[in-house]
């Protein structure tokens, strides 16, 4: 590949992390979070989802295929790029690497996350918002899956906020020490909260009465 063509490639490559699939994280967490004011505010949340116009015209090209892109050219980065934690180790090294073995436990969560709640859907010829809730319940109650599932959660936020800092980095956002330093702690705020907000979500759906109320009230 050309210098230049690389280097437009990681710049789309950055951009996409934040805008769209940044912003779909964002969304998708504050969604769920729903479920931890019961299961109707859930299932009112995800049919404000399904009324938005042309919304799997705006799932393929909004999320979908920016999604493939960062994570295949993510992948490509991950298994070209030196990892040189062990020359120097700086917490900067560290988050380096992390940034790249997060990308990946990433990539295989969202494959088994999206096999098992999105592609589920497609089989269903008229699902309802309470079948997902109810579908949904009924994967978490699985104690191995919800904790598999904290650490998918988990893993996203940190790449989302660890990719956040150094996305203001390498678009003259944060030049000096000063103002990175200032920035490191902002996304160590941003994760601790963002990852309060989807392991609460986890949680409402392990939790057996979440499910009970769900399977009465289909
Ligand atoms: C919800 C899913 C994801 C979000 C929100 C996300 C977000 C981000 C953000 C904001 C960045 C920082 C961009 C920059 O440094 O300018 C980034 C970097 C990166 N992402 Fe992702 N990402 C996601 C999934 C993935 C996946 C599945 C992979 C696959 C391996 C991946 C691999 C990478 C790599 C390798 C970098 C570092 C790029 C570099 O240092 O130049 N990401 N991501």
């Known amino acids: ?3 230049q063509t690389d280097f437009l490639n990681r710049r789309l490559h950055s951009l996409l992390g934040v805008i769209p699939v940044g912003f779909f994280l ?9 479920a931890t004011q019961g299961k109707e ?3 009112e ?7 938005i116009p042309l919304l799997p015209v705006l799932e393929i090209f909004f999320i979908f295929i920016p999604l493939m892109y960062h994570a295949f050219y993510g992948l490509y980065i991950v298994f070209r790029a030196r990892n040189n934690v062990s020359q120097f180790g700086t917490f900067r090294n560290y988050m380096f690497v992390l940034q790249r073995i997060t990308g990946v436990i990433t990539l295989v969560f969202i494959i088994w996350h999206v096999w098992q709640t999105r592609v589920q859907l497609l089989f269903d010829p008229t699902p309802t918002a309470n079948e997902l809730a109810m579908d949904t319940a009924s994967i978490l109650s699985n104690d ?3 904790i598999l599932y904290a650490i998918g959660v988990i893993s996203t936020v940190f790449h989302f906020c660890n990719g956040m800092w ?4 390498s678009w003259g956002v944060t030049v000096g020490p ?3 330093l200032v920035s490191t702690w902002v996304w160590i705020v941003a994760f601790v909260i963002i990852s309060y907000f989807g392991l609460s979500a986890l949680a409402a ?4 009465n979440f499910a009970s109320n769900v399977a009465t009230l289909q």
Not at 45 to 51: I, Q, S, Y
Not at 166 to 169: E, I
Not at 205 to 208: C, E, Y
């Open 1 to 3: 590949m050309s210098n």
């Open 26 to 34: 964002l969304e998708h967490l504050y969604t769920n979070y729903h």
């Open 41 to 43: 505010a859930f299932v």
């Open 45 to 51: 949340a995800v049919n404000f989802l399904w009324g």
């Open 144 to 146: 191995i899956t919800a």
């Open 166 to 169: 150094s996305f203001l980095v």
């Open 178 to 180: 000063r103002a990175q």
């Open 205 to 208: 759906f392990n939790d057996p």
